[in-house]
């Protein structure tokens, strides 16, 4: 019962939609109306700067992680918190409070993931950090990003079936993004 209740917290947790919620109340804008009209860090930087898009992050970030701490406060098994972090993601992507049209989901599993491999974490960090720097398109670091989780999770022990959900999720939240990237048209952040 308490796991149910881990990932029913979880996925709330992950609706919370920062984003949208900072951007009305310091900008004065819904953010989906700007930029991509996600709800994300990165269009939280078109809407209102690096101070939105900063609170944004750490935010989406911080909501992953509090999940996690929450499922341990709870007693949830080790073996089971790849479920609360997976809810936690899909809360991001699919929030019930948004008719379940969110963000893209990569601060969300980043911290998630950070929580449960560290290491693996930061390697996808880099691989995000690495892509950033050199193509300026914050939506490729995280196409690549999100496909290396596949391979990464293999090296650094995380359970496949997870990795696998993982990317394909954030892959399929990009996938006008991808369209994007492939026809030439995605904006790149200076």
């Known amino acids: 019962m308490l796991f149910i209740l881990a990932c029913v917290l ?8 920062f984003g949208l919620i900072y951007g009305k109340l310091l900008a004065k804008k819904d953010i989906r109306k700007v930029g991509s009209g996600n709800i994300g860090a990165t269009n939280a930087f078109r809407l209102g700067g690096s101070r939105l898009a900063l609170l944004t992050l750490f935010s989406d970030i911080g909501k992953g992680m509090l999940a996690i701490y929450l499922a341990e406060a709870l007693g949830t098994l080790s073996c089971d ?7 936690a993601i899909v809360g991001h992507i699919f929030p019930v409070w948004l008719h379940f049209k969110g963000g893209k989901g990569i601060a969300t599993a980043f911290s998630v993931i950070f929580m449960l491999s560290p290491f693996c ?5 880099a691989i995000w950090g690495g892509v950033f720097w050199q ?5 490729l670091a995280s196409i690549v990003a999100s496909a ?3 391979i990464l999770a293999m090296i650094y022990d995380v359970w496949f079936p997870f990795a696998l959900l993982v990317s394909g999720m954030l892959l399929y ?3 006008e993004n ?3 990237i492939l026809q030439g048209k995605e904006v790149r952040i200076v």
């Open 135 to 139: 193509y300026r398109l914050s939506s």
């Open 10 to 17: 979880a996925y709330l947790l992950g609706s919370i939609p």
């Open 81 to 87: 918190m790849y479920y609360v972090a997976l809810m």
């Open 148 to 150: 290396s989780f596949i």
């Open 173 to 175: 939240a990009h996938r």
């Open 178 to 180: 991808i369209q994007s």
């Open 121 to 125: 974490a930061l390697n996808l960090a």
